[in-house]
């Protein structure tokens, strides 16, 4: 197996497969209401609903990044108040997650090896290491999200 063909089944296992650590985005998602994601459970935290447009901004930021753009993180780094909460609005976040995945497949089909080891200038990372960067904030927050879920299962 390639180094590519490594990284495009990390993403697909994590999405919606089978990954190492036994729970994948896709399948916890799916359980949850629009209510429950953007259910504010703690004071201080965010909600579900907060983390996927985090999820989702952060796979886009760096999808550009390794593309070869120049890309600005707001201060807000990508968490922001969610004001729609309908379940349609919920459905669509969902939609934008499952385009973020399509989009980052076809680069990783696409993707020439060599381009690996080119440099983000902004940060000196290669492009490889925003790409396991964006595996491991996916499975991060996937984690935060699964904790924030079982409080709605008793």
């Known amino acids: 197996m390639t180094e590519k063909e490594r990284l495009e089944s990390l993403f ?4 919606n497969g089978v990954p190492w650590l036994e729970v994948n985005i ?16 703690l004071e201080n935290c965010n909600t579900i609903w907060e983390i996927v447009h ?19 993180t707001p201060d807000n780094n990508y968490i922001e108040k969610v004001t729609d909460i309908s379940e349609e609005a ?19 089909s696409e993707l020439d090896t060599r381009d690996l080891d080119k440099m983000y200038p902004v940060n000196n990372m290669t492009y490889y290491e925003h790409i396991q960067g964006i595996i ?19």
Do not use: M, P
């Open 54 to 72: 985090h999820l989702i901004s952060w796979r886009l930021n760096v999808l550009q990044r390794v593309e070869g753009k120049i890309i600005i």
């Open 26 to 41: 896709v399948t916890v998602l799916n359980k949850i209401s629009s209510n429950e994601a953007q259910a504010r459970l």
């Open 90 to 108: 919920w459905l669509d976040t969902l939609n934008r997650l499952r385009e973020s995945q399509e989009g980052w497949l076809h680069f990783l």
């Open 136 to 154: 491991q904030h996916d499975a991060y927050h996937l984690g935060q999200i699964v904790l924030l879920a079982k409080q709605f299962k008793g």
């Open 12 to 15: 697909i296992k994590l999405y």
